[in-house]
C-alpha cells in the first residue's frame, strides 16, 4: 500500500467570496424573482395538457396539500370569519350610533368583508396557520438531504416541492376567502339581528344595495395574489437555509414576519391602485 | 498500486464508473485535499474515515452540490472539472449515478411508490402503469415489503434506506454511491442492508462506492480501499494492504474492528 504524498495546501483567500451587507436582501429579491419564475413555468406546464398514462406524483402531492393547507384551515377561518363579522358590525354600528345611523352598518360591513376583511383575514390566518410550516418544512428537507437527493436524480425541487404547495394555495385561498365572506356576513347579521334587533329585511335589503359582484371580484383577486405571496416568500424561506438543524426555526420565524409584511404590502398597493381606477371603488 | 494520482493508466480511466482526480474542496473552507480515488465498472472502492473526516464532503463535490477548487471527475467516461462545471452538464451526468444518502432523503411528501418512481417519472417514457409495475418490482428485490402507498414517516429506518436504494438503482446507474450505509441501524439490521447491497450489486454490475466509518465494509468490500484523514486520503489499496498498513489513521480502523 502506498502511502499518499502530503502537498501543501491551497491558498483559501482566492475562494474567499465576503459580500457586502445589503448582499442578504438583495439576494432574497433575486432569489424569490427566480422562484417566481420557475414556479410560474412549472404550474404552466402542470396545467398543460397530459397524456393520460404518464406517472403524475405532482398531481399527487397537490391533492394533499390541499388537504393539509385548504381543509384543514375550514374550522379557524370560519370561526374567525363568524367573529370578525360581529366585530365589524358592533364597531360600525358604534361609530354610527350618534347618528342614528346604527342600521347603515350592514352597508359598511358587506363592502369591507368582501373587499378588505375577508381576503386579508384569510391571508393573516392561513400566515399563521402554515407560512412557518412550510419553511421548517422545507428546512427540515435541506437538513435531511432531501433537497440534494432531488438534485441528484436532476429533478427541480420547485417542481416537486413548492408547486404542490403553491397550487394548492392558489386554490384554497380564493375558496377560504369566499366562505370567510359569506359567514362574515352571517355574522354581522346575527350582530345586527339578534344583538342590536334590528329587521332581517333590513338588514338584506342594505346587503344587497351594498354588495356588487366587482366588490367580491376584487376580493377574490387579492386573495390570488396573497396566496402566490405566502407559498413563494415561505418557499423560499425554507430552500434557502443551510443544511443544519438549528435553522430550521429561524426560518419558519422569518417566514411569517416576511409572508405578513408581503401580505400587508401588496395589500396597500392593491388599494392604492384601485382607488384611481374609475368602476373599481 | 500505480498509475498517476487517481492510481490509474489513461486506458483505465476510460473504463472507470467513477474516478476522482486530485480534488480539492469545497470552495471557500476547503475539507479535502487532492483527494484522488477510482472505481472500476462493475468494481467497488470503500472510503473510510471518522467522523467529520470529509466523507460525505467527498460526495457532494463529486455530485457537483458543491463546486471544489480545484480536481476533475470522470462518470462513466465522461470528465468535467469539479471546479467550474456548469449545472446543465451535472444535470445530464447525475443520471449515470445513483445515490444513497445517509439520511435515506426520501421526498417526505411523496408515498414510498412515488419516490421509487421519481427518476422514471421525470427521466424516461415509459407510461404510469410500468413506472408503477418496474417501482414496485425493484422495491420488492431490495426487501421492502407491505403496503407501497405509505409515507416515509411510517417506515422503518431499515425501510427507508432499502427504499432509497431501489431509487438509487432505478435507472441502472453506473456507479452507486452509498454514504454512510449502516448509519442509524442496529446491527441485525445493518447486516441485512449489507447482504441486501451485495445481491444488487452482483445483478446491476454498476460501480460502488461506499463511505463509510466502519472499517467492516473494508471487509465486504475487499477490492479497493481507501482511508480519509484530516481530509486527506492517507492511504489507498486492497484490504490485505490496510491490515499491513503501519499507518497510524489506519491502524485505529483496524485495531478497532479488533477490540470489536
Same mark, same amino acid.
Given at each position: 500500500m502506498r502511502q499518499a504524498s502530503v502537498t501543501p495546501d491551497v491558498d483559501d483567500a482566492s475562494a474567499d467570496d465576503s459580500l457586502p451587507e445589503f448582499a442578504p436582501l438583495g439576494g432574497r429579491f433575486i432569489t424569490r424573482g427566480r422562484l417566481v419564475l420557475r414556479s410560474a413555468y412549472w404550474l404552466a406546464s402542470l396545467l398543460a395538457p397530459q397524456p393520460p398514462d404518464r406517472p403524475t406524483p405532482v398531481t399527487a402531492s397537490v391533492t394533499r396539500e390541499l388537504d393539509v393547507l385548504g381543509f384543514g384551515a375550514i374550522r379557524l377561518v370560519a370561526t374567525s370569519a363568524l367573529l370578525v363579522g360581529l366585530i365589524t358590525i358592533f364597531q360600525a354600528a358604534y361609530q354610527l350610533a350618534?347618528?342614528?345611523?346604527?342600521v347603515v352598518s350592514a352597508r359598511a360591513l358587506a363592502w369591507f368583508v368582501a373587499r378588505e376583511i375577508g381576503p386579508i383575514v384569510v391571508a393573516i390566518l392561513v400566515v399563521?396557520?402554515?407560512?412557518?410550516?412550510?419553511?421548517?418544512?422545507?428546512?427540515?428537507?435541506?437538513?435531511?438531504?432531501?433537497?440534494?437527493?432531488l438534485r441528484v436524480m436532476g429533478l427541480d425541487p420547485v417542481k416537486y416541492l413548492v408547486v404542490p404547495k403553491l397550487a394548492a394555495l392558489l386554490i384554497a385561498l380564493p375558496t377560504l376567502t369566499a366562505i370567510a365572506i359569506m359567514l362574515a356576513v352571517i355574522g354581522g347579521w346575527l350582530g345586527m339581528s339578534v344583538v342590536l334587533g334590528y329587521n332581517t329585511g333590513l338588514f338584506l335589503e342594505y346587503l344587497h344595495e351594498s354588495l356588487a359582484a366587482r366588490d367580491v371580484g376584487v376580493g377574490l383577486a387579492k386573495s390570488v395574489l396573497f396566496a402566490s405571496i405566502i407559498g413563494i416568500v415561505a418557499a423560499d424561506e425554507g430552500l434557502r437555509v443551510e443544511r443544519r438543524v438549528s435553522a430550521i426555526g429561524a426560518a419558519a420565524t422569518r417566514s411569517v414576519v416576511y409572508c405578513l409584511l408581503g401580505v400587508l404590502g401588496a395589500d396597500t398597493a392593491v388599494n392604492a391602485f384601485v382607488y384611481f381606477i374609475p368602476g373599481l371603488t | 498500486?500505480? +498509475?498517476?494520482?487517481? $492510481?490509474?493508466?489513461?486506458?483505465?480511466?476510460?473504463?472507470?464508473?467513477?474516478?476522482?482526480?486530485?480534488?480539492?474542496?469545497?470552495? +471557500?473552507?476547503?475539507?479535502?485535499?487532492?483527494?484522488?480515488?477510482?472505481?472500476?465498472?462493475?468494481?467497488?472502492?470503500?472510503?473510510?474515515?471518522?467522523?467529520?473526516?470529509?466523507?460525505? %464532503?467527498?460526495?457532494?463535490?463529486?455530485? $457537483?452540490?458543491?463546486r471544489a477548487v480545484s480536481g476533475r471527475v470522470t462518470?462513466?467516461?465522461?470528465?468535467?472539472?469539479?471546479?467550474?462545471?456548469?449545472?446543465?452538464? !451535472?444535470?445530464?451526468?447525475?443520471r449515470r449515478v445513483g445515490v444513497v444518502f445517509d439520511s435515506s432523503a426520501l421526498v417526505s411528501r411523496l408515498t414510498l411508490l412515488e419516490n421509487a418512481?421519481?427518476?422514471?417519472?421525470?427521466? %424516461?417514457?415509459?407510461?404510469?402503469?410500468?413506472?408503477?409495475?418496474?417501482?414496485?418490482?425493484?422495491?420488492?428485490?431490495? $426487501?421492502?415489503?407491505?403496503?407501497?402507498?405509505r409515507m416515509p414517516d411510517e417506515l422503518t429506518r431499515l425501510d427507508r434506506r432499502r427504499a432509497a436504494l431501489a431509487r438509487a438503482l432505478v435507472l441502472e446507474p453506473a456507479v452507486l454511491l452509498v454514504d454512510e450505509p449502516g448509519n442509524g441501524l442496529d446491527p441485525h439490521a445493518a447486516a441485512e442492508l449489507d447482504e441486501?447491497?451485495?445481491?444488487?450489486?452482483?445483478?446491476?454490475?454498476?460501480?460502488?462506492?461506499?463511505?463509510?466509518?466502519?472499517?467492516?465494509?473494508?471487509?465486504?468490500?475487499?477490492?479497493?480501499?481507501?482511508?480519509?484523514?484530516?481530509g486527506r486520503i492517507v492511504e489507498h489499496g486492497? !484490504?490485505?494492504?490496510?491490515?499491513?498498513?503501519?499507518?497510524?489513521?489506519?491502524?485505529?480502523?483496524?485495531?478497532?474492528r479488533g477490540a470489536a
Open positions: 350618534p347618528y342614528g345611523a346604527e399563521a396557520r402554515s407560512a412557518a410550516a412550510i419553511a421548517g418544512e422545507f428546512a427540515s428537507m435541506a437538513a435531511n438531504g432531501e433537497i440534494d437527493a | 498500486m500505480t +498509475g498517476d494520482a487517481t $492510481g490509474l493508466t489513461p486506458n483505465a480511466l476510460a473504463t472507470a464508473a467513477l474516478s476522482v482526480d486530485d480534488v480539492t474542496g469545497p470552495r +471557500g473552507a476547503p475539507v479535502l485535499r487532492h483527494v484522488s480515488l477510482s472505481v472500476p465498472r462493475g468494481g467497488s472502492h470503500v472510503v473510510l474515515g471518522p467522523m467529520h473526516s470529509g466523507k460525505s %464532503t467527498l460526495l457532494r463535490l463529486v455530485l $457537483g452540490l458543491e462518470i462513466d467516461g465522461s470528465t468535467f472539472d469539479a471546479a467550474r462545471v456548469a449545472e446543465d452538464q !451535472l444535470r445530464h451526468l447525475r418512481m421519481l427518476p422514471l417519472a421525470e427521466h %424516461t417514457a415509459v407510461d404510469a402503469e410500468r413506472a408503477r409495475e418496474m417501482a414496485a418490482g425493484l422495491l420488492h428485490d431490495v $426487501g421492502v415489503v407491505g403496503d407501497l402507498e441486501t447491497l451485495r445481491a444488487l450489486h452482483e445483478r446491476y454490475h454498476c460501480g460502488i462506492l461506499i463511505c463509510s466509518q466502519e472499517v467492516r465494509y473494508a471487509f465486504h468490500w475487499p477490492s479497493a480501499v481507501s482511508v480519509l484523514a484530516n486492497s !484490504l490485505d494492504d490496510l491490515l499491513n498498513s503501519r499507518h497510524e489513521a489506519v491502524r485505529r480502523f483496524v485495531d478497532r
